[in-house]
């Protein structure tokens, strides 16, 4: 892969990681747990609710493990190991870093 493709490699994770970062602190609301008062809303607007509690924390787990693949995405960058699969290392397809940078195994290795 060559320098120009590897840099914007690397400024597509800094900003996806600047993209991450500021989704995780804009959902912080929306992971509080969802309190209960009958008086307040209906049962059906409660499961309503909790069920979009629920979604939130799920979006909020699948952020923080982009999240935390991003820093091994840069340092494979930096050693010249970036595009290749850690399984059989042979090359990923360009398109599949296109779509998650952060993808370290390519399609046959990572079923």
Known sequence: MDRSTLDSFHQALIELQAALEELELLSKDTLKPVALDQSMVGRLSRIDAIQGAEMAQEASR???????????ALARIESG???????CDELIVIGRLRIDPTYSCC?????
Do not use: N
């Open 81 to 87: 190991d970036f595009g290749r699969c850690l399984e």
């Open 107 to 111: 399609v046959k290795c990572a079923k």
């Open 62 to 72: 699948r952020r923080k493990l982009q999240l935390a693949r991003i820093p091994s």
